[in-house]
């Protein structure tokens, strides 16, 4: 073999042990891309911060729970909690790993005002449902609009609540001063009581339609559903960036004939801006794919709508959502 032919060889030969030694880095490369991702969550029970035991949050808690505890591997449970602000100071707290919060509470946790002393590290999972506002009062009540519950026994929601957070937005528009409302600060389950007991002349509530507790009052105690005005909806959204807007109760709802014109906001599911992206990530999968599952005890799921679920703002979207809906995206 000629000295030229030998260098040949030589360098055909490095060339092959430098490709053999790319391809060996990009296999062990890989194969770390391709190891499963870290499942320390998968070792400890999860918390689901839900909302009062006959409201939907805690329904949609409860089956969401049980859906990802059937698929992902490990132990979900729903927390019966005073609602929205309740979840979202657990979420910041860490005692609770997912959490439903109506859109004007979310938007004061990241901006760090009214109900919250300081930003928390709250950051979505999806866009759900619209939650509408209830104000109920027996059928048979001399409270016709808002400015009759001035000087009554109104529950404002649970304390720390976001139905106590709308309502006071709700009387502040309409001049009637909510220091001047006898308020029990009843969740849901104990307003319903209350009201059944003739102990108070109406409650407030925030939820999806139709709320299980409400439809169970409604068929053994007539009641009414009380309108918020257009105006009224207005001076709210001014104060508060366009958080809310008008909508009507579907007739027929409550087994109530009367139109009754009322104002909704955006209902999210929040998590923690640190939680683990495969974490997040499969649990979003979890919430569609099993959406039909969880909406048989929690009608409100099926309305969950993927082209939706991305507007979420003020609040961003956790990287693993954003991961599930690019993969998903149509």
Known sequence: MSAEAGRRVRGRTRAARALALVLCLLT????????PADRGWADRPQAIAGGGATGVYYAYGQRFA???SAHLGATFTAQATNGSVDNLERIGAGTAVFGFAQGDAVADAVA???AFSEPLPIVAVARLYDEYVHIVVRAGSDVHDL???AGRAVSLGARGSGVDLVARRIL???DVDPAGIRNPELGLEASIGALRRGEIDGFFWVGGLPTPGIATLAADTPIRLLSIPPAVVDAVNAAHAGAYRQADFPVGAYGIDASTVTMTVPNYLVTRADAPEGLIHDATAVLFEQRGEIARGAPAAALLDRRQAIFTDPIALHDGAVRYYRETHD
């Not at 062990?28 to 190891?35: F, I, N, P, Q, S």
């Open 112 to 114: 760090g005002t009214g």
């Open 28 to 35: 062990v490369l890989g194969l770390a891309a391709c190891a």
């Open 66 to 68: 049980a859906a990802l």
């Open 172 to 174: 502040g528009a309409a």
């Open 147 to 149: 400015r009759d519950l």
